[in-house]
């Protein structure tokens, strides 16, 4: 019995061993690589869902389509609007109609870099992604056989999925079809992408001034770092709970549902977001959440998970205050009215590129 119970946990050692090293390599390679923006390059694609052009176009139909929403109202751009660099400028996002969202709408910009979707990334990949919203009761609210079957009796649909993916309407066609189109929405022409190219004229000198800030005294750079400014990693900053957590019943009803729906046991008397937790049930995650990216930063507001902070001087005050109160991840910054100044200056200046346009397709 014992015997057997040591042989099972050498086994088990070494097995763990080639993970520990290689842990310990991906802790130490991540180190290396902190401290460094770096210019955009091409967006990965997966080999299993390759980009056509006509493909995109499909993608980009259903993005704009109603259909994909159970009472026909909203679309995917209604809470990722093209015109506010993808978001829908609320604190707390829009919502299936009688319901609430609980977080905020992230920027779909440049989310083909991202190896975690979602502020809990909960999703990998933005196939696996797209599904949520459509089937989330709070979001888009809508049956997946149900929409099947709708897109597959629409003519011009049916064509173009025989056309793109050589077969009929299924909900993981229609995700990889999105996915796609999601991928074409890149950063464009970006002030730091040109200065860190060699154009030096591309930022101001107090966004010069900023820069340092972020990556000396502020330390923003261990984390916002890499070419997306963030590092795919989650933190529990305590950002201040959103107020309509608890003061909205219907906010507090999605908080608990979401809870329910990922086997939290506590759901019933939950008080607060849970963040990454709620997917790892991991301790050293509670109120982990995703480093999220700081390009188009200037359009985003409100920001945080919650959309807490309405402008970029409450978030670097958070910040320069050591973050939330009772967390062990950040340290007073003590920086210096200017230093406030220029960071803000790098932030709303450098990281936000033109508009992304997109004229409205023909549904059909
Ligand atoms: C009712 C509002 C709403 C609708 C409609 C909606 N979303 Fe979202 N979306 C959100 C919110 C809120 C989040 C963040 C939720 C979270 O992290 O828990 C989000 C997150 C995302 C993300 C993750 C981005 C990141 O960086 O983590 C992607 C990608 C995305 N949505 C794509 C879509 C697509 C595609 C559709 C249409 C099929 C869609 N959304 C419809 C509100 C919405
Ligand atoms: C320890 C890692 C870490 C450090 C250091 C850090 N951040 Fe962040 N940052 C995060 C995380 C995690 C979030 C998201 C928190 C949330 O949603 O609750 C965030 C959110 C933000 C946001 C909001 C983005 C949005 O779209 O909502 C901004 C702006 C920001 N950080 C700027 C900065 C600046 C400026 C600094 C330096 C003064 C900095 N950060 C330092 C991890 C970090």
Redesign the pocket.
């Known amino acids: 019995m014992r015997k057997n119970r040591n042989n099972r946990r050498l086994r088990l050692r070494s097995k763990m061993r080639p993970v520990f090293s290689l842990t310990l390599a991906l802790v130490l390679s991540s180190f290396a690589s902190a401290g460094n923006l770096e210019p955009l390059k091409a967006a990965p694609v997966p080999e299993n869902n390759p980009q056509t052009p006509a493909k995109i176009e499909l993608g980009k139909k259903l993005f704009f389509d109603r259909r994909l929403s159970g009472d026909g109202t909203m679309n995917c751009a209604t809470c990722h609007n093209p015109e506010l660099a993808f978001t829908d400028g609320l604190d707390i996002s829009l919502s299936y109609p009688t319901t609430k969202n609980w977080r ?1 709408s ?2 779909l910009i440049d989310s083909a870099f991202r190896k975690y979707l979602f ?1 809990d990334g909960r999703a990998k990949t933005l196939e696996e992604q797209a599904l949520f919203p459509m089937m989330s009761a709070f979001e888009m609210n809508k049956n997946l056989d149900y929409l099947e079957e709708q897109i597959q009796l629409v003519p011009e649909y049916r064509a173009e999925f025989s056309k793109v993916f050589g077969g009929e309407v299924t909900r993981e066609r229609i995700a990889m079809a999105i996915a796609a189109f999601e991928r074409t929405l890149i950063s464009k022409s970006t002030p730091l992408d040109r200065y860190l190219k060699g154009d030096e004229s591309a930022l101001s000198e107090d966004a010069k001034k900023g820069l340092v800030v ?1 990556k000396g005294k ?3 750079i ?3 770092d890499g070419a997306d400014l963030a590092d795919d990693r ?2 529990a ?1 305590n ?1 201040p709970e959103n107020p309509k957590l608890l003061d909205d019943p219907r906010v507090t009803t999605t908080m608990r549902f979401v809870a329910k729906v990922y086997h939290y046991d506590g759901y019933r008397s939950l008080k607060e977001d849970p963040g990454r937790y709620l997917i790892t049930k991991d301790k050293k995650d509670w109120k982990a ?6 390009r188009y ?1 200037a359009k ?1 507001a409100p ?4 959309g807490v ?1 309405e402008t ?1 001087d409450q ?2 005050g958070f ?2 205050r050591g973050g939330g109160e009772g967390n062990t ?2 340290k007073p ?1 003590g920086l210096s009215p200017d230093e406030k100044r220029y ?1 803000k200056t790098f ?1 709303a200046e450098a990281l936000t590129g033109e508009d992304i346009v997109i004229k409205n397709p023909d549904v059909p």
Do not use: S
């Open positions: 905020n992230p920027t502020y972020f502020g330390k923003c261990e984390c916002h989650f933190y900053l950002v959440f995703r480093t999220p990216t700081l930063i985003t920001y945080m998970h919650n902070f970029l978030v670097i910040f320069d991840v950040l910054l960071l932030m």
